[in-house]
């Protein structure tokens, strides 16, 4: 299958600080990235649903401004919480999506955990 | 939009016997059901997934049944083994690739040697 990775693979910040993750389809190309958010012991929530060289597409009750997504290349999208509070701690994971390069699921990243002091 | 719903929320089974996950969905356009394996910190794996116009798939141990009318489909894993413990997601969508989804919200299963 296709490879996805993410960076930071975990950070840990300051309350008010804002930080930007990375994903990235290292072998395909992706049309469509998607951000998932999960709390502990939780399922995988989706927060947004981007597209190379468009703006994203939140789900109802995500701040869009303070989630900002950038998906400028067909291999790289960002997700920057802005603004992090601790209540933003949990484990972010991306999933990448490309089927003109003949895959048809999703492939997931690593996650990145993220602990707000 | 669409509702995944997952029971069990945990399960324990003995090393050998089989385990049962259920889902039901409330979106009738959804026509993509997969499932995932996620252990601890790691991301989801996918092990099976189902199209509408399959009612059931097998590969080894793990088969998905789907009853498009009913709107559930199940997990069914036989011959357990303890590297099976892990949290398992139900997942539908409108189609495969492009199109979010929605996950049920976790099994539990564990595995008793």
């Known amino acids: 299958g296709a490879v996805v990775s993410q960076h930071p693979s975990w950070v840990i910040c300051k309350s008010g600080t804002s930080v930007k993750i990375e994903c990235r389809s290292l072998?395909?190309?992706?049309?469509?990235m998607f951000w998932y958010r999960q709390f502990p012991k939780q399922s995988l929530m989706l927060m947004a649903t981007?597209?190379?060289?468009?703006?994203?597409?939140?789900e109802q009750g995500v701040e869009k401004d303070k989630f900002l997504i950038n998906h400028a290349s067909l291999t790289l999208s960002t997700l920057t919480v802005t603004s992090a509070h601790p209540e933003d701690s949990s484990f972010y994971i991306c999933?990448?999506?490309?089927?003109?390069?003949?895959?048809?699921?999703?492939?997931f990243g690593p996650g990145t955990r993220l602990t707000v002091l | 939009g669409e509702n995944v719903e997952q029971h069990p929320s945990t399960l324990s089974v003995q090393e050998g016997d089989s385990a049962v996950i259920k889902c039901t969905y409330s979106d009738s356009a959804s026509n993509y059901f997969p499932w995932y394996k996620q252990e601890l910190g790691k991301r989801p794996q996918l092990i099976i997934d189902?199209?509408?116009?399959?009612g059931e798939k097998k590969d080894q141990r793990i088969a998905v049944t789907l009853n498009k009318t009913a709107k559930h489909f199940s997990l069914h894993i036989t011959e357990t083994q303890p590297e099976d413990s892990a949290v398992y997601f139900c997942?539908?969508?409108?189609?495969?690739?492009?199109?979010?989804?929605?996950f049920g919200t976790g099994t539990r299963l564990t595995i008793i040697p």
């Open positions: 072998d395909f190309q992706a049309t469509t």
């Open positions: 999933s990448a999506s490309g089927t003109a390069s003949g895959y048809n699921e999703q492939f």
């Open positions: 981007s597209n190379e060289g468009s703006k994203a597409t939140y």
């Open positions: 997942a539908a969508s409108r189609d495969f690739g492009n199109e979010k989804l929605t």
């Open positions: 189902i199209r509408s116009n399959v």
